[in-house]
């Protein structure tokens, strides 16, 4: 099974700072890459599919990028209400779908 | 707007079974695969598989082969999951989303998501 490594598992910035997040698979998946936001005690929310399309709605602060092994989650200038958990997906493949370990974001 | 409306919190006894429903409303049920996702407290994500409420197919992780059963009603646009034997550490909060797939040899993104049902397992 392909597995998904993201680190760091957590990390503190500041209020305006650039955050990056970063998820790995073991093997290549194409561009089939989600990620979503977990804000405490919420439900988990879509921001970006197919490694670095925007889901509707999401803030454009908020981007992706990467294909094959490597991927990032980047927040070009950290709100307060960014503070969450950020989770990759791969998809490339049914029926396995799996997440990674999780990044917690908190302001500094 | 698209809703995933699960049922209530449960609390089961060690080698019980427990069913979580999550009804849809605000598009096409059959039209879209039923994903479930588990998480447990201040863990992960952990996939658990899905049901095409089309023709009721399931899929489910092997982890879970054997313990899960997904179902669902299309008269009411409700899926259920039903899982058995239950432990300790099936504590969880159980979440329904539905799946979005890109093209048939990928596999599912989730769009929308359930609000949760928290299941405790103690005895």
């Known amino acids: 099974d392909i597995q998904m490594t993201q680190s760091p598992s957590s990390l503190s910035a500041s209020v305006g700072d650039r955050v990056t997040i970063t998820c790995r698979a073991s093997q290549g998946i194409s561009n089939y890459l989600a990620w979503y936001q977990q804000k405490p005690g919420k439900v988990p929310k879509l921001l970006i599919y197919?490694?670095?399309t925007l889901q509707s709605g999401v803030p454009s602060r908020f981007s992706g990028s990467g294909s094959g092994t490597d991927f990032t989650l980047t927040i070009s200038s950290l709100q307060p209400e960014d503070v969450a958990t950020y989770y990759c997906?791969?998809?490339?493949?049914?029926?396995?779908?799996?997440f990674g370990g999780g990044t917690k974001v908190e302001i500094k | 707007q698209v809703q995933l409306v699960q049922s209530g919190a449960e609390v089961k006894k060690p080698g019980a079974s427990v069913k979580v429903s999550c009804k849809a409303s605000g598009y096409t049920f059959t039209g879209y695969y039923m994903h479930w996702v588990r998480q447990a407290p201040g863990q992960g994500l952990e996939w658990m598989g899905w049901i095409n409420p089309n023709s009721g197919g399931t899929n489910y992780a092997q982890k879970f082969h054997g313990r899960v059963t997904m179902t669902r009603d299309t008269s009411i646009s409700t899926a259920y999951m039903e899982l058995s034997r239950l432990r300790s550490d099936d504590t969880a909060f159980y979440y329904c989303a539905r799946g979005v797939r890109r093209d048939y040899s990928s596999g599912w993104y989730f769009d929308y998501w359930g609000q949760g049902t928290l299941v405790t397992v103690s005895s």
């Open positions: 197919a490694a670095s």
């Open positions: 997906q791969k998809y490339n493949s049914a029926p396995a779908l799996t």
